[in-house]
């Protein structure tokens, strides 16, 4: 081996170091795939439209008047009804959203959040006891500004960018669809670049939602199970 060769040669720690680091990647480039295959989802972005908020109450008319960009981020999966608990709608959605929040309370995404924001709204018991009504406040900065017997919206603020989270369920057929939508906006000419117009943090966004949607999901068909 020459000496050039020997000085190129990668150390037994860089070797680790990059199998330490390259693994969990790896997990979750695998965790994706495997959800991208049980989760419906589109993203769309552009200037906004009355047709492509239409499902989305809490926004004001002005963000289509001044012609915001936005992006609009759905994921949903079925469910079949039979497999559900018997309850109504809206204990449905509830139960189900607690879950879901109670879960992405423990996500990384949710630790950076608890340095900015009110640890009591990231505790389970807390969680697990909102009824998500109107003022409502989850997670440090998601706050219910709609609640309907089907979905519930959170407003989301950062800056100059606004948002909203829609966790929804409604019937089609013999299923029970649940979603998820995120919707951020920026006026036409703010050069603010938005977290899903960034690829890793829209990739880890799907992550999350997609991870919520299947695990929240499941919980419930347990629960029925468990009945």
Not at 128 to 145: H, M
Not at 189 to 201: G, I, N, Q, S, Y
Request: glycine residues 4%; proline residues 4%; contains cysteine.
């Amino acid at each position: 081996m020459t000496r050039d060769m020997a000085f190129f040669r990668p150390s037994t720690g860089l070797i680790t170091s990059a199998i330490i680091i390259g693994t969990p990647i790896v997990y979750l480039s695998f965790v994706h795939a495997r959800l991208s295959q049980r989760i419906h989802h589109t993203t769309k972005k552009g200037t906004a439209t009355a047709t492509e908020i239409i499902n989305v109450e809490s926004i004001s008319h002005s963000v289509i008047e001044e012609k915001c960009f936005m992006i609009h981020d759905i994921a949903s999966k079925p469910v079949r009804k039979e497999l559900l608990p018997t309850l109504d709608t809206n204990t449905l959605l509830t139960t189900f959203i607690r879950n879901t929040m109670t879960r992405f309370s423990s996500f990384p995404q949710a630790w950076l959040l608890r340095l900015i924001s009110d640890h009591t709204t990231f505790k389970k018991t807390y969680i697990e006891k909102l009824e998500f009504k109107d003022g409502d406040v989850v997670c440090g900065v998601y706050r219910v500004v709609l609640r309907t017997e089907e979905k519930v919206e959170l407003l989301m603020k950062q800056g100059s960018v606004e948002g909203r989270l829609v966790v929804g369920i409604e019937p089609k057929g013999e299923d029970m669809v649940f979603y998820s939508e995120t919707v951020m906006w920026k006026g036409k000419d703010d050069k603010t670049v938005m977290p899903l117009e960034r690829a890793v943090p829209k990739w880890l966004h799907e992550l999350a939602s997609w991870r919520l949607l299947d695990l929240g999901t499941n919980y419930l068909v347990d629960l029925r199970k468990s009945s």
